[in-house]
DNA sequence: TATGAATGAGAATTCATTCAT
DNA sequence: CATGAATGAATTCTCATTCAT
């Protein structure tokens, strides 16, 4: 007796799979997923408990939507910049601009982001799905590097330690507000940092 | 009607509350906080359910005396290998060996690392630690690298971002695997790149 | 607010209804009563969730409808049979055919019976549908009976007797399947039973 | 992370399961399987909810436990008679005695029987059981009559034939109560009926 | 202090039934 | 008449916390 998960066709039930899709965003970022419940989800989303289950199979996989749109959205800004920047761009302003698209991306999810990532360690599917993202972050940003004109070598070490740093700057600046910490002088540093490690 | 929870004065009874925590300790670190039930606890710990409602108020609670042990277990390794590295190390030395250290604390609750850091978004106890932790350790790294012979400007900016770099690496190297990624190799730049971040 | 449920004048109408209690009857005989969900039933039959509520008062309803096909199903056979038999048959030849025509009823619908009758005790209606059965088979039986010359005093209670030997004989042949019993030898058993109970 | 179900070993726990299994059996005979609610049963039994799963793996599982009383109970009194009984009983005597032995265990619990009947199609477990338990009463009582004295080939399919017949009677004479039918008259013919299928 | 059985509020999920289109 | 998405009450089961012993 096979469950069957609604595929919506018409248009007002996509808006309202993204609706529910949307709710459970805000409030896994809010709350963190065991702090919420799935009647809250239907609440904020304006919809009937019942239907939830029709367009999910359950709780976690609700969850498993919200990642691939916390994913998404991290990965497109970042992707959108390297393909978009000019070849002859220098590096200082190649990261200051990747920062700056880091943190507008952080801001508005950084919370998520620490919740997915603590959730991965439990759901082997979550893990993948962010293993996955890296692998295509890293490799995409490796080459568009090399098209600019880096050619150091083991240019994906290299970006596995950039991301970092870049993500980690970002969170900073954004949550952690050590007041003994000036957060724009570190971001000079940050950029000189990385500049020097792409650079010859 | 007051809640007062046992300050234990008795051996047996410190024995007995810190097997508790021992026991949260391996539970939160397999399990995540949510997949931990509190008999769970209490049978690992060798006591009863009951019991444990009288060393702590409530298995929150319970997660922050965790909390300040996997603080301690952080810090401490790495505060005894600045307090005794010798003021002439070099700096390739020094960043090889605190990256060695940290490699072996993450080996043992880099599941709980992110569990707690998940749980902080939620709880600003938690988080409140973390932040008092982080500063500790920036404080007194600063300042030992300074008496190392390190003078550059803003060490508390760049203390933090090494801490990040060392972390993430540490974090990486353990989990992540990624088979594109050569993680000795890695390991060299990350080192090149925090004598960077210090050197003249 | 009245609920009006449709009496169905067109034929398309009545092709539908039919098709929903067909449907109903064969997951009710396959997953229970409890075990079949609405919207399995007009799946099944082809038809919208709703429109089942258009026809039927509600799931009950539907119940009822089945067992009253249940109830034809299982009636018609016998008594076509009673009514064609002539009239100097012998009473073995006679038992041996009620029994094949149980056991072919029996075959397609045994599940559907025990489900039924079970249903019966929780629900008045479908009990009192059963014993109207009963009444009506163990009449006409018996008057046909006496017209084969069966002249047995209390020949009802010899016809209530004998119907449960038959069905249970057809049911145990169909389902049970003990190996150590051998069902055709005890189908011998049961005819020679029944000749005696009507024999002098 | 295995679920332990409390095996009780103090008395006090022993009748507490034992009175959530007497409540489920009374429920489960008025209202069905479905028709039982665990709360209800907890009610009834005067427990919480909650500690209904400390003695059960879930619903079925008291069921399962009902069950085992409930074939214990309908096992016992018939094979203590067959047991008690002397060996130059007559047959007459030995069938009225078990009808009224029967009709004992009928009057408490033939609701529960058809319940626990229907229940059989739809789970192979308790199907296994009602089997098994068949076949005790079978084997047993075949034997028993075989020291009484009874030599008719086939002993176990007439033993069939007459647990049936025995058991429709009961039922019937308790429940159905056709006013068309004399059921003390009925009765006669039943053991009539019986003497010949094991008379010679 | 210690036990572990007991509590009961709360969470996820289902499904008969309704209703907007 | 027909659709099938939507509703929400009801149900099973869990688990942090309490309490009788």
Redesign the pocket.
């Known amino acids: 007796m096979e469950?069957s998960i609604?595929q919506p066709k018409?248009q007002?039930?996509i808006d309202?799979k993204e609706r529910i899709i949307k709710a459970a965003y805000e409030l896994f970022s809010e709350n963190g997923y065991h702090g919420?419940?799935?009647?809250d989800i239907a609440k904020r989303a304006g919809?009937?408990?019942?239907?939830v289950?029709?367009y999910f199979a359950?709780?976690?996989d609700i969850l498993f939507y919200v990642l691939k749109i916390y994913i998404r959205e991290t990965a497109t800004p970042v992707m959108e910049y390297f393909t978009s920047v000019s070849k002859d761009v220098s590096l200082e302003e190649l990261f200051d601009n990747i920062i700056t698209v880091t943190q507008s991306i952080h801001q508005k999810s950084a919370n998520l982001h620490n919740i997915l990532h603590s959730l991965a360690f439990v759901n082997e599917d979550i893990n993948e799905e962010f293993l996955h993202l890296e692998k295509h972050i890293t490799v995409s940003a490796a080459q568009r590097l090399n098209e600019i004109g880096v050619t150091t070598e083991r240019l994906e070490e290299k970006v596995h330690i950039a991301m970092n740093i870049i993500q980690d700057y970002a969170h900073e600046a954004i949550y952690d507000r050590h007041d003994y910490i000036d957060y724009d002088a570190m971001r000079k540093d940050v950029i000189k940092l990385l500049v020097s490690l792409f650079g010859k």
């Not at 919809?47 to 239907?51: D, K, Y």
């Open positions: 469950k609604r018409q007002r039930s309202k919420t419940v799935t009647s919809v009937s408990t019942g239907i289950y029709g359950d709780k976690r």
